[in-house]
Nanobody, 126 residues
Framework: QVQLVESGGGLVQAGGSLRLSCAFSGRDFRAYPIAWFRQAPGKEREFVAA????????DSADSAKGRFTISRDNAKNTVYLQMNSLKPEDTAAHFCARGRPWAPVLSALPDDYAYWGQGTQVTVSA
C-alpha cells in the first residue's frame, strides 16, 4: 500500500527557514519522481518542486528558485524540501505526491501524480 506522510511544517517569521520531509511507504521508491505542491485557502494547488527517482534531475517553480531546494534519500525513502528566505506569500498547506514510475520528464501538473499525502501547514508571519 502506498502512503506518503509529510512533516516539518510550522509557524516561522519572514526570512526564516523550514525543512519539510515526505516519508514514503511502498515498493520501488527510487522508481518514482516525487513532487511538492502547495495550496493556500481559496487558491488552486500549485507546483513547487519535483525530483526524479534517482535524484539526478530536479525542477522548481519560479517562485521557489533560489530559495527552495528539493532532495531525496532513497535509502530512507524520504524526500525533503528545504525552504529558505520564506515570505508571507509562502503560507499554504504543502503536499508531496508520487508521480509515474520511470517518468522521463518531471511534471508540474497535479493530474500526473496519483498518490498524495495529507499535507503539512506552513505559515509565515510578516
Amino acid at each position: 500500500q502506498v502512503q506518503l506522510v509529510e512533516s516539518g511544517g510550522g509557524l516561522v517569521q519572514a526570512g526564516g527557514s523550514l525543512r519539510l520531509s515526505c516519508a514514503f511507504s511502498g515498493r520501488d521508491f527510487r522508481a518514482y519522481p516525487i513532487a511538492w505542491f502547495r495550496q493556500a485557502p481559496g487558491k488552486e494547488r500549485e507546483f513547487v518542486a519535483a525530483i526524479s527517482g534517482s535524484g539526478g534531475t530536479t525542477d522548481s517553480a519560479d517562485s521557489a528558485k533560489g530559495r527552495f531546494t528539493i532532495s531525496r534519500d532513497n535509502a530512507k525513502n524520504t524526500v525533503y524540501l528545504q525552504m529558505n528566505s520564506l515570505k508571507p506569500e509562502d503560507t499554504a498547506a504543502h503536499f508531496c505526491a508520487r508521480g509515474r514510475p520511470w517518468a522521463p520528464v518531471l511534471s508540474a501538473l497535479p493530474d500526473d501524480y496519483a498518490y498524495w499525502g495529507q499535507g503539512t501547514q506552513v505559515t509565515v508571519s510578516a
